[in-house]
């Protein structure tokens, strides 16, 4: 279990997570980017910008 960089609450995350995954928080509900698996690191997913075919 890791801290969730939103609000401190426990996420758990697979033993197969990966650099680039994204998760939820189930206290919260924010989207989180697992950015280290060991030790095991979370930060605030980027917002999904609008791609306009440029």
Same mark, same amino acid.
């Given at each position: 279990?890791?801290?969730?960089?939103?609000?401190?609450?426990?996420?758990?995350?697979?033993?197969?997570?990966?650099?680039?995954?994204?998760?939820?928080? %189930? +206290?919260?509900?924010? *989207? #989180? @980017?697992?950015? %280290? +698996?060991?030790?095991? *690191? #979370? @930060?605030?997913?980027?917002?999904?910008?609008?791609?306009?075919?440029?």
């Amino acid at each position: 279990m890791v801290d969730c960089p939103e609000c401190g609450g426990s996420v758990t995350l697979h033993d197969d997570a990966e650099t680039g995954e994204i998760i939820d928080c %189930g +206290t919260c509900g924010a *989207e #989180l @980017e697992v950015i %280290g +698996t060991d030790p095991v *690191e #979370l @930060e605030t997913a980027p917002e999904l910008e609008e791609d306009w075919g440029e």
